[in-house]
């Protein structure tokens, strides 16, 4: 295993468990006897996990999980909900973190087992892949406390699965398990508990194969050209594969091609 200079070691956290295997980061969410409950301290050590890998070249790809089996993170901590204001609500907090995750240059996945309630279906939304098994079961039950998803949920649920369903799970909390999910849209693949981090390696090894640069701006292309006119985000993917153009990255992809040989790129 390799330590990148740029991510503390795991002891600095402590509801997290963060360890870097070459290329690959997995970022545990380790508070069990709470369900894997999203606290202040749990998403201020997210956002400095964040933080620090954003520029390091080394890291690829970052994997989100957590212990206990029995949730993947069961939402906000209600103690600390309770005593929040309406300003606070202002700020960017959970929401501002979940938009760093997404934009996020490196690729995420997000392997659910158990419950992803409320602030944990919507953490399991801003990564690029969603991976859940059969334990898993997903929900919005916010409006039971009398608020709404706040972390981005009446936004990205409703641009996965489309605006009816996003709207029958908000307004009635229902749960769906990782089967039904991934039916409609809102898991990536859906897989058995004992085959999970075999299925997570794979995907990995299949990330690690493509071009560093053009991953990143594929990310870009599609996350800020979703909500664009069709004309102008078309001139984003245009000017990102200008970028990408330009790069040595693409003349060593395209000659590793032609001379039948696995490339070896180098973020360049």
């Given at each position: ?149 706040g972390a981005g949920g009446t936004q990205r649920l409703a641009r996965m699965v489309g605006k009816g369903r996003a709207l029958d799970m908000i307004i009635t909390g229902k749960l769906i398990d990782g089967e039904e999910a991934e039916r409609i849209g809102l898991v ?81």
């Amino acid at each position: 295993m390799i330590m990148s200079e740029n991510v503390q070691a795991p002891s600095k956290y402590e509801n997290l468990a963060v360890k870097q295997d070459d290329s690959v980061l997995y970022v545990t969410l380790n508070r069990p006897d709470t369900r894997n409950a999203l606290d202040g301290k749990t998403l201020r050590e997210l956002d400095q996990v964040f933080t620090a890998v954003e520029m390091d070249e080394e890291i690829r790809v970052i994997v989100i999980q957590s212990t206990g089996g029995k949730s993947f993170a069961a939402g906000a901590d209600i103690k600390q909900l309770h005593e929040r204001t309406a300003l606070e609500a202002l700020i960017p907090g959970m929401q501002g973190l979940y938009s760093k995750i997404e934009n996020c240059p490196k690729v995420t996945i997000a392997a659910i087992t158990g419950y992803a309630l409320g602030g944990g279906c919507e953490l399991a939304m801003a990564c690029d892949i969603r991976m859940a098994t059969k334990s898993a079961k997903f929900g919005l039950p916010e409006l039971n406390l009398g608020i709404i998803p706040g972390a981005g949920g009446t936004q990205r649920l409703a641009r996965m699965v489309g605006k009816g369903r996003a709207l029958d799970m908000i307004i009635t909390g229902k749960l769906i398990d990782g089967e039904e999910a991934e039916r409609i849209g809102l898991v990536t693949y859906f897989v058995e508990k004992e085959s999970l981090q075999e299925e997570i390696e794979k995907v990995i090894s299949n990330i690690l194969k493509k071009g560093p640069v053009a991953l990143q701006l594929a990310k870009l292309a599609v996350h800020k050209g979703y909500d664009l006119d069709m004309g102008t985000a078309l001139w984003l993917e245009k000017l990102s594969q200008a970028v990408v153009f330009g790069t040595e990255d693409k003349k060593e992809g395209t000659l590793a091609f032609l001379e039948k040989r696995n490339a070896n790129f180098i973020h360049k």
